[in-house]
Every structure is written in structure tokens, then in C-alpha cells.
């Protein structure tokens, strides 16, 4: 059975799967409601099976939940906390309906979903931990090397990669080969690291970027197969590696945009950005990339651009002001301009290929104005896994979940 594995973090949204879990109609099992306090849930209750489609529903993040990141399969939401611990929630109401607790303090590395093994996985200071999606148990705990932190997670094919290190701006690093489904240990390299930069991990090969240069790496053994030319920062995402200027650059002029091949990291023909700062972007299955691209100075306002890296070719571009990206059904997603008085607030959605000039089923689209969704609620956009029409945006100023459907 082939793998597919939900990547929700720093980096994008890589492939998705499917799991059973409680919210989609199977046995009652012990579970844990939601806290308003810093601690977390704490009061224990017994789980209802949830039946039906996605819906839309507001829900409130405890502290810890705000501070870490969530991720969605087709059936269910998880939230990692800041602790190393996991919320599960339901899709039709958003309530709690499982929880693992945890007590490390630290940065949050982020959130990995294995719908394949029913995983949950995340790390919070040097211990990895990961919990069953259907039930809400423990399921592994391992531990970095001696005095180091998890900073990066990706994940495929039923494997976790994380990066570790002993300092956020530390320059080397160990790359961690986990098993997703019992933690078993596969290998570990050490690394150089750049803060900022992305793991990825598609079609046999992991790789890595520390500011300087791409590795590719065996995901079985993880012995070095490739390694690029000079590549200040990566984007990755649908099985695409694009290099860019550096986003921590303040200097006025970039290196150009080069699209790497994944099988020998060699550059191949990359439509020409714009002379402007490359600040963050994503990349569609179809190899769409979207690249918010803004003055070097000031990167609160710039533009969108997409760019058709199959055709080697410049497709719209739209102003906007700096926000969460990601893709969904063929769309780019993120938040409208915050300066714009009569749309500012909302989800805004256009169509990858037809851009904001796309008319009919490929206008562009906006949700509602929601108190999740304003700038200052420094709002973060997951989408679940499969075909749920629904987008989900976590705030994290006033801790909270809203579920809507997508634009």
C-alpha cells in the first residue's frame, strides 16, 4: 500500500491521506475536554462518535495550542503544543475529543501527520513524540542526542526526519531517520544547518538547505547522493526544490530563481523573478509556484507572483501585504491586503493558473471578515487532507480554530 503522509509546520503541505479515528463514527474511547488555561485540557470526559461531512465551527485553543501548530487529516484536526503534547478535535464541532499530555518547555518544531500509520508526531525540546490518531494514546517517545533541540520536522512515506541542534542559530546539526509508526530509530546523520531553512522529503530522497547549498540524501540510509550549486535559501513543495535569494538578505539585489532537479540537484530552465526580496512562497502538485516578493527594506507590503515552473514561465501577478499562503483545490490561498479597508479580513482565494483576472468558476474568491482571520491575530491557514471543501485558520493572538468553507 503506497504511503501518504500530511507535513504541516514552517515549511508547507506536502501529500495527504486518510485515518479512522473516533470523530468519524468509531468506538467511544476515554477522552479529554478543552481548558481555557495556560495548562491545557485537564478535565477528563468520554469521547461521542461524531458522524457526517465536514462543517464550520469556531473553537477555542488552550495557550499551549496557540503556541504550537495544528495540522487536519480528511476525518480529524490535531494540534501539538508548545509542551510536546496533542489535541485531538472533532470535524464537525471542533471539540475536544482526545488529548496526550506533556511538560517540555521550548520552541514547538512543528507538526507532522501520518495518515498511513495513524501518527501524530511533533518535538518540543529534545524529545520527539508522536500519538495514535484514532485513539489518542501514547504511541512513541524518542529522544535527540544529548543536549540538542528539535528545530525542523518532515515526513514520508512512513518516515519522520528531524532536525536537531544545540542552539536555534547553530550551524551544524543531526538529521534524525524515525519510523512513524513505533519510533524505531533508522539512522542519523550530522548536518550543516542554516536557521529558517526546510527539510523535504519526496520520492526516495530527504533533503536539506543550510544557506549555502541543497543536499540529497538515500531516505533508507541516508548516505549523500547529490548536492546543488549554490542555493541562499530553498522553496519547497509538490515534489518541486526552487532556490531563492535569501529572505534574511538586506542586501538591494537577489541571485536569480533556480529550479532544481530532485534526481541530481542540477539547475534546470527557471522563469526570471522579479529584482525585489523573495520572502516566502508556495508550490503546487502541478508546479505552480507562488512567491511573495517585497522590497528589500520592508517586507510588510509587495506582491504575489506566480510562476509556471513545467512551462518556464511568469503566469499574474497581485499586490499584498505579508500573510500565510498555502494551496488547496487548485488554488492559491491566503489573506486579503491588510490595508485595504472594505476586503481586509477575509480568506482570499485565486485560481493558480487563471490568477486574479480569472473569471467564472476561475474568479477569485473571498470568505466572510472573522475575528480569526484579521491581521493581528497573526492568523495561520491549514487544509485538511482530501476533498473536505472546508479551510481551517488558526488564531494565534486570542487562541482559536475556526473551520469555514473554502472560498
Given at each position: 500500500?503506497?504511503?501518504?503522509?500530511?507535513?504541516?509546520?514552517?515549511?508547507?503541505?506536502?501529500?495527504?491521506?486518510?485515518?479512522?479515528?473516533?470523530?468519524?463514527?468509531?468506538?467511544k474511547?476515554?477522552?479529554?475536554s478543552?481548558?481555557?488555561?495556560?495548562?491545557?485540557?485537564?478535565?477528563?470526559?468520554?469521547?461521542?462518535?461524531?458522524?457526517g461531512?465536514?462543517?464550520?465551527?469556531?473553537?477555542?485553543?488552550?495557550?499551549?495550542?496557540?503556541?504550537?501548530?495544528?495540522?487536519?487529516?480528511?476525518?480529524?484536526?490535531?494540534?501539538?503544543?508548545?509542551s510536546?503534547?496533542?489535541?485531538?478535535r472533532?470535524?464537525?464541532?471542533?471539540?475536544?475529543?482526545?488529548?496526550?499530555?506533556?511538560?517540555?518547555?521550548?520552541?514547538?518544531?512543528?507538526?507532522?501527520?501520518?495518515?498511513?500509520?495513524?501518527?501524530?508526531?511533533?518535538?518540543?525540546?529534545?524529545?520527539?513524540?508522536?500519538?495514535?490518531?484514532?485513539?489518542?494514546?501514547?504511541?512513541?517517545?524518542?529522544?535527540?542526542?544529548?543536549?540538542?533541540?528539535?528545530?525542523?520536522?518532515?515526513?514520508?512515506?512512513?518516515?519522520?526526519?528531524?532536525?536537531?541542534?544545540?542552539?536555534?542559530?547553530?550551524?551544524t546539526a543531526?538529521?534524525?531517520?524515525?519510523?512513524?509508526?513505533?519510533?524505531?530509530?533508522?539512522w542519523?546523520?550530522?548536518?550543516?544547518?542554516?536557521?529558517?531553512?526546510?527539510?523535504?522529503?519526496?520520492?526516495?530522497?530527504?533533503?536539506h538547505?543550510?544557506?549555502?547549498r541543497?543536499?540529497?540524501?538515500?531516505?533508507?540510509?541516508?548516505?549523500?547522493?547529490?548536492?546543488?550549486p549554490?542555493?541562499?535559501?530553498?522553496?519547497?513543495?509538490?515534489?518541486?526544490?526552487?532556490?531563492?535569494?535569501?529572505?534574511?538578505?538586506?542586501?538591494?539585489?537577489?541571485?536569480?530563481?533556480?529550479?532544481?532537479?530532485?534526481?541530481?540537484?542540477?539547475?534546470?530552465p527557471?522563469?526570471?523573478?522579479?529584482?525585489?526580496?523573495p520572502?516566502?512562497?508556495?508550490?503546487?502538485?502541478?508546479?505552480?509556484?507562488?512567491?511573495?516578493?517585497?522590497?528589500?527594506?520592508?517586507?510588510?507590503?509587495?506582491?504575489w507572483?506566480?510562476y509556471?515552473?513545467?512551462?518556464?514561465?511568469?503566469?499574474?501577478s497581485?499586490?499584498?501585504?505579508?500573510?500565510?499562503?498555502?494551496v488547496?483545490?487548485?488554488?492559491?490561498?491566503?489573506?486579503?491586503?491588510?490595508?485595504?479597508?472594505?476586503?481586509r479580513?477575509?480568506?482570499?482565494?485565486?485560481?493558480?493558473?487563471?490568477?486574479?483576472?480569472?473569471?467564472?468558476?476561475?474568479a477569485?474568491?473571498?470568505?466572510?471578515?472573522?475575528?480569526?482571520?484579521r491581521?493581528?491575530?497573526h492568523?495561520?491557514?491549514?487544509?485538511?487532507?482530501?476533498d473536505?471543501?472546508?479551510?481551517?485558520?488558526?488564531?494565534r493572538?486570542?487562541?482559536?480554530?475556526?473551520?469555514?468553507p473554502?472560498?
Amino acid at each position: 500500500m503506497k504511503r501518504r503522509i500530511v507535513a504541516v509546520g514552517a515549511a508547507l503541505l506536502v501529500l495527504v491521506g486518510c485515518a479512522g479515528n473516533t470523530a468519524s463514527g468509531g468506538p467511544k474511547t476515554p477522552a479529554v475536554s478543552s481548558s481555557s488555561g495556560a495548562s491545557g485540557p485537564t478535565v477528563e470526559m468520554t469521547s461521542t462518535s461524531v458522524s457526517g461531512p465536514w462543517r464550520a465551527w469556531t473553537a477555542s485553543l488552550s495557550r499551549r495550542e496557540a503556541h504550537g501548530s495544528c495540522g487536519a487529516t480528511a476525518h480529524q484536526v490535531v494540534c501539538a503544543t508548545d509542551s510536546g503534547g496533542f489535541v485531538g478535535r472533532s470535524r464537525a464541532d471542533g471539540r475536544v475529543t482526545w488529548t496526550v499530555s506533556a511538560a517540555d518547555r521550548g520552541k514547538s518544531a512543528g507538526l507532522v501527520v501520518d495518515a498511513a500509520d495513524v501518527r501524530a508526531v511533533t518535538g518540543v525540546a529534545g524529545v520527539l513524540r508522536a500519538a495514535d490518531l484514532r485513539t489518542g494514546a501514547r504511541a512513541w517517545t524518542h529522544r535527540a542526542p544529548a543536549g540538542n533541540a528539535y528545530t525542523t520536522l518532515a515526513a514520508a512515506d512512513g518516515v519522520v526526519y528531524a532536525l536537531a541542534a544545540t542552539d536555534p542559530t547553530s550551524s551544524t546539526a543531526v538529521l534524525e531517520a524515525v519510523r512513524a509508526s513505533d519510533g524505531r530509530p533508522l539512522w542519523h546523520r550530522s548536518v550543516a544547518r542554516s536557521a529558517g531553512e526546510p527539510l523535504a522529503a519526496f520520492r526516495g530522497r530527504v533533503y536539506h538547505a543550510d544557506g549555502t547549498r541543497v543536499t540529497a540524501r538515500d531516505a533508507r540510509t541516508g548516505d549523500t547522493v547529490a548536492t546543488s550549486p549554490a542555493c541562499p535559501h530553498l522553496v519547497t513543495g509538490g515534489h518541486y526544490l526552487v532556490c531563492t535569494g535569501s529572505p534574511f538578505s538586506a542586501g538591494d539585489t537577489f541571485p536569480p530563481m533556480r529550479r532544481l532537479d530532485p534526481a541530481t540537484l542540477r539547475p534546470l530552465p527557471t522563469p526570471r523573478n522579479t529584482i525585489n526580496k523573495p520572502v516566502h512562497g508556495v508550490i503546487s502538485d502541478d508546479g505552480i509556484l507562488v512567491l511573495y516578493e517585497a522590497g528589500a527594506e520592508d517586507t510588510s507590503a509587495g506582491d504575489w507572483n506566480a510562476y509556471d515552473l513545467e512551462n518556464d514561465r511568469r503566469l499574474w501577478s497581485t499586490y499584498a501585504t505579508e500573510a500565510d499562503a498555502t494551496v488547496a483545490d487548485g488554488r492559491f490561498v491566503t489573506f486579503t491586503p491588510v490595508n485595504d479597508r472594505t476586503t481586509r479580513g477575509r480568506v482570499l482565494t485565486i485560481d493558480l493558473h487563471a490568477g486574479p483576472k480569472g473569471t467564472g468558476t476561475a474568479a477569485p474568491r473571498m470568505s466572510p471578515a472573522y475575528a480569526q482571520t484579521r491581521d493581528g491575530e497573526h492568523p495561520a491557514l491549514v487544509v485538511p487532507a482530501g476533498d473536505t471543501g472546508h479551510v481551517l485558520v488558526m488564531a494565534r493572538t486570542h487562541g482559536s480554530l475556526r473551520s469555514l468553507p473554502l472560498p
